[in-house]
């Protein structure tokens, strides 16, 4: 299972575990805010050859009905994505 | 079959980690463990893949993992080994990410104690050649003529004046059941080494290269390019250590001009013609004994 | 129940054999290398089903172990002086980590000069490592703390490591009888170990993670509380032990002959013993004496010597350590207890026994005359005061 993001940030002495022990994959933050560009995936031109799931440095390129999407709440922004697509079906835009 | 994007297991075991956008690390450490799958044991010393994965509360694996001391990377996963094994468990990979400092400096000898009982464990090495966690200071495999930030390039000295320790053939001279180079460059020769060392009994070792942008003074979107570069150049191999013989796993036919490699880099952009040229007939040299010795 | 002639080294070995650890891991060093040879020969004829493994380093032994413990695995190494400090960071990795751990250490003196026999300057120098420390007066307390060490260790409450110190040579090596337990008893008195922080295929967890300021002070708060918990399970340990052996141990610390003494010699380990005989012949001249031996050293026993020396006209504090600089640890330790609890009796601190200095029966004896001065003072043993 991916670590995913939880609801509740135990921060609390009642909430500590006793020893620097925990669930596997808690999340609490995104990373969405690393980003000042986002890739975006042009679905017509994208082949699935899955290069970009492949170079993913943080795993948020999956698959999707034989092509590929984006978990916007974990990429960073490094466009390796669309450096390593070799047809350009990546490309970069700001954010807002 | 061998493996790839399509026989890949789709799930993600890394996930949500701090490192640095485009980090090289973070690329192996998540890929092989799409390979060894939820039963992995995972070790990780102090060290960056550590200090942005293990945030209480962001826990960014999702199968188990432990930190361990810097240098006992190794020793830990022997003990995770064993106590599992000892309770009859045995359906489980224990797998320790180490960078270039935690395994060729301060890890080597628990590295070399773990090689030498052939403990049942897979040692990945991601080697992006300097410490990075702390800020860029050089290690063992920090490679001749880099800047870093205790080897400064001035008018005295250009950088780094030692060669890059060679772990491949230090932990090949164990006689270890399985030891291999690779890149995240090429990430399919990567995974496909991961899988075989998941099947081998004994100690397993893959030395990945994993760039670091930060540290190599390249942009974030160039790690996969320059680690597949430097393949093409000829400053790094992928080569396998097995049954006592060593085996080359790719030949490039020419090699592209290691200056242009250097050169895109921060941390060899004072390198004069004359450093250069030594850094080739490096290479060169290498080359000849690889072309003699290795199959 | 047998009774077998062994050292303090092999007793401690068959109080391990009986406690069943599944992982040993160790480096050999003087004096403690009988322990682990014995282990590896009860590994060997199958009296003892553990994987042994053969360490590089003290480092990788206590990392090793604290591998084996975070999945779940009873642990159990042994070391000695240089090779303590040589482990000394997985020493609070272990404690941080909560790995209920057991180590025995033949307490050595450092370098430099070097030197194998015994002083206690190697754990003593650890005593902030978080790790519960107890100091074996003879083969037989060796061997009842190798089996009382986990049941205490262990508990869910406690989750804390565990040193058994014995004296190097004094004790490591010396002969006595002992009453080895049956494992059949072993069994009754200490429970397979289960626990919750582990890594655990069915219920993955992440482990050592780093906790920041936010939540670093609780962590630590709750490491404390578990050694703090070891006090009532240290209790229970022992009443259950002698309710199964019928040996019966005192908890923190041992009174001896304290009721009605007006000068307490305050100390710990195997020179405990010797203390004792003077007591007794000093007392069958009419001399109102008594000794004190700390048991533990961590958790600190502050009540029990405020209760036990509160009414002594003056006490002593003989170690075999010093804190450079300063004075024995055990001496400043134990006048911060006596001043917690509003005691403002006359305390002075003999340093003696190190590097192996042998101390006489004279010697104590004439501490005890000493202690007759009422004076506050730190003097070395065969060398004298402070300059």
Same mark, same amino acid.
């Given at each position: ?96 | ?29 998540? /890929? ?43 020793? /830990? ?219 | ?387």
């Amino acid at each position: 299972m991916k670590p995913y993001l939880r609801d509740k940030i135990p921060v609390g002495f009642e909430e500590i575990p006793d020893a620097p022990a925990y669930e596997a994959g808690y999340l609490v933050t995104k990373n969405a805010g690393w980003r000042n560009k986002r890739p975006v995936i042009n679905s017509q031109k994208c082949v699935g050859c899955l290069r970009c799931y492949m170079y993913c440095p943080d795993g948020v390129i999956y698959k999707k009905d034989g092509k590929v999407d984006i978990d916007y709440d974990f990429c960073k922004g490094c466009e390796i994505c669309r450096k390593v697509c070799k047809i350009g079906a990546i490309e970069m835009e700001a954010e807002k | 079959m061998a493996l790839n994007a399509k026989t890949l297991s789709d799930e993600e075991y890394f996930y949500g980690h701090k490192a640095c956008a485009g980090c090289g690390g973070s690329l192996a450490v998540r /890929m092989a463990l799409k390979v060894l799958g939820e039963n992995s044991v995972a070790v990780l010393p102090a060290g960056c893949m550590s200090a942005v994965g293990f945030n209480f509360p962001q826990l960014c694996f999702s199968n188990n993992a432990i930190i361990s001391t810097f240098a006992g990377t190794a020793s /830990m996963l022997t003990g995770i080994e064993a106590g599992l094994r000892a309770q009859g468990i045995t359906d489980f990979h224990a797998v320790g990410f180490a960078g270039d400092g935690g395994t060729a400096d301060i890890g080597i000898q628990a590295l070399s104690g773990a090689i030498d009982r052939n403990d049942n464990i897979i040692y990945i090495c991601y080697d992006n050649e300097a410490y990075m966690n702390t800020g860029i200071q050089k290690s063992s495999l920090t490679p001749f003529g880099a800047r870093t930030t205790t080897t400064p390039a001035g008018e005295n000295i250009r950088g780094n004046l030692r060669p890059k320790k060679n772990m491949f053939e230090i932990v090949a001279a164990h006689d270890i059941p399985y030891a291999a180079t690779a890149s995240i460059g090429y990430i399919d020769d990567f995974i496909n080494k991961v899988e075989k060392a998941s099947k081998i009994n004994g100690t397993k070792y893959i030395h990945v290269i994993a760039p670091c942008p930060t540290g190599w003074g390249v942009a974030t979107d160039e790690t996969v390019d320059i680690a597949k570069e430097v393949v093409d150049c000829g400053l790094w191999y992928l080569a396998e250590y097995e049954d006592g013989g060593y085996k080359l796993n790719y030949r490039p036919k020419k090699f592209t001009d290691a200056a242009d490699y250097l050169k895109r880099q921060g941390r060899f952009k004072h390198l004069t013609d004359d450093d250069i040229d030594i850094i080739k007939a490096s290479r060169d040299k290498k080359w000849a004994y690889i072309d003699k010795n290795f199959k | 129940m047998a009774r077998k002639f062994l050292s303090g080294n092999e007793a401690f070995a068959e109080g391990i054999r009986l406690a069943r650890p599944q992982v040993i891991s160790a480096y050999p060093i003087t004096p403690q290398t009988i322990v682990v040879e014995r282990l590896s020969e009860m590994v060997e004829d199958n009296s003892l089903k553990a994987e042994f493994i053969h360490v590089e380093s003290e480092h990788s032994a206590l990392s090793c172990a604290m591998g084996a413990s975070a999945v779940g695995a009873r642990a159990f190494t042994a070391t000695s002086s240089q090779g303590l400090l040589y482990m000394a960071e997985c020493l609070t990795y272990a404690s941080g980590g909560r790995f209920p751990i057991v180590m025995m250490n033949a307490n050595r003196s450092t370098a430099l000069p070097w030197n194998i026999y015994g002083d206690q300057r190697d754990s003593i120098s650890l005593l902030d490592s978080g790790w519960i420390q107890a100091y074996a007066e003879n083969a037989q307390e060796s061997l009842d703390l190798a089996l009382m060490s986990y049941y205490i260790a262990e508990h869910p409450t406690v989750l804390t490591p565990f040193m058994v110190n014995l004296d190097g040579f004094v004790l490591t090596h010396t002969y006595e009888v002992a009453d080895v337990p049956t494992a059949l008893q072993a069994d009754e008195f200490l429970p397979p170990f289960k626990t919750e922080n582990k890594l655990d295929l069915k219920n993955p967890k992440n482990l050592g993670f780093s906790a920041g300021p936010e939540t670093n002070t609780a962590f630590k708060y709750k490491e404390h509380l578990g050694l703090l918990n070891s006090k009532p399970i240290i209790k229970e340990a022992e009443e259950k032990f002698e309710k199964i052996f019928g040996r019966k141990y005192t908890g923190l610390t041992e009174n001896y002959k304290t009721e009605d003494a007006e000068y307490i010699i305050i100390t710990l380990g195997s020179i405990s013993g010797l203390v004792k005989e003077t007591v007794d012949w000093l007392r069958e001249n009419g001399r109102k004496v008594g000794m004190l031996r700390l048991r533990y050293l961590r958790p600190f026993p502050s009540e029990e010597i405020a209760s036990a020396a509160g009414k002594a006209k003056a006490i002593a504090v003989l170690e075999k350590d010093i804190s450079f600089g300063n004075e024995g640890t055990v001496y400043t330790n134990v006048n911060s207890a006596l001043y917690k609890h509003g005691l403002t009796i006359p305390s002075s601190n003999y340093i003696g026994g190190l590097g192996g200095r042998n101390i006489s029966e004279e010697k104590i004896e004439r501490i005890f005359d000493e202690l007759e001065d009422r004076e506050t003072k730190v003097t070395f043993l065969e060398i004298g005061g402070d300059r």
